[in-house]
Antibody, heavy 124, light 113 residues
Framework: EVQLVESGGNLVQPGGSLRLSCAAS????????MHWVRQAPGKGLEWVSG????????GYADSVKGRFTITRDNAKNSLYLQMNSLRAEDTALYYC?????????????????WGQGTLVTVSS | IVMTQSPDSLAVSLGERATINCKSS????????????LAWYQQKPGHPPKLLIY???TRESGVPDRFSGSGSGTDFTLTISSLQAEDVAVYYC??????????FGQGTKLEIK
């Protein structure tokens, strides 16, 4: 079964840091680009970041650029999001999502598999 | 690229057609590939989004054929030909053209009339 399982979400103070993880199974992880998408409580979807199969192509939303870093470990079938200088507006459910295009070279892609999400709350 | 959906909410009777529109602030058509970089997702309460349509009109495997996508350039439509009770959800369009960011529309809430 194709599956993505996020972890690492927590309550953190403004200015703090957090590292999210996404464990992939059921497909060849290094054949696809991967992404993080977030959803603030009661709000819509916001693409956060994406990474190609070999980390050669990486992109960020303007709202997180310079504060968040996306990485992947293909040997561990895992995706990560290091989040620094967190703000109240970063409070959201963070989803890990798989790009649909085989090869994983491009990050401009639709997302065919999603995890259940991990909740990040930034509050004092 | 700004994505604008209309309407924000929609109530349709069971068995009737539901139509959701999505407009992009610039063309999503990559002419050399003749593909529109536009996807549609369905999200039910408490669940992650589910991919319905990509390349503007290609139905994802397992998606019922009552769901269809159309349009090109800047104007796109998701049509549900005969609304079923299980189609109640929020629907999002998303552009994935060129360089980031890959933006979503604000969402359209679909309910039963």
């Amino acid at each position: 079964e194709v599956q993505l399982v996020e972890s690492g979400g927590n309550l953190v103070q403004p200015g703090g840091s957090l590292r999210l993880s996404c464990a992939a199974s059921g497909f060849t992880f290094d054949d696809y680009a991967m992404h993080w998408v977030r959803q603030a409580p009661g709000k819509g979807l916001e693409w956060v970041s994406g990474i190609s199969w070999n980390s050669g192509s990486i992109g960020y939303a303007d709202s997180v650029k310079g504060r968040f870093t996306i990485t992947r470990d293909n040997a561990k079938n895992s995706l990560y999001l290091q989040m620094n200088s967190l703000r109240a507006e970063d409070t959201a459910l963070y989803y890990c999502a798989k790009g649909i295009t085989f090869g994983g070279v491009i990050i401009n892609d639709a997302f065919d598999i999603w995890g259940q999400g991990t909740l990040v709350t930034v509050s004092s | 690229i700004v994505m604008t959906q209309s309407p924000d909410s929609l109530a349709v009777s069971l068995g009737e057609r539901a139509t959701i529109n999505c407009k992009s602030s610039q063309s999503l058509l990559y002419r050399s590939h003749n593909k529109n970089y536009l996807a549609w997702y369905q999200q039910k309460p408490g669940h992650p989004p589910k991919l319905l349509i990509y390349w503007a009109s290609t139905r994802e495997s397992g998606v019922p054929d009552r769901f269809s996508g159309s349009g090109s350039g800047t104007d796109f439509t998701l049509t549900i030909s005969s609304l079923q009770a299980e189609d109640v959800a929020v629907y999002y369009c998303q552009q994935y053209y060129g360089t980031p960011p890959y933006t979503f529309g604000q969402g359209t809430k679909l309910e039963i009339k």
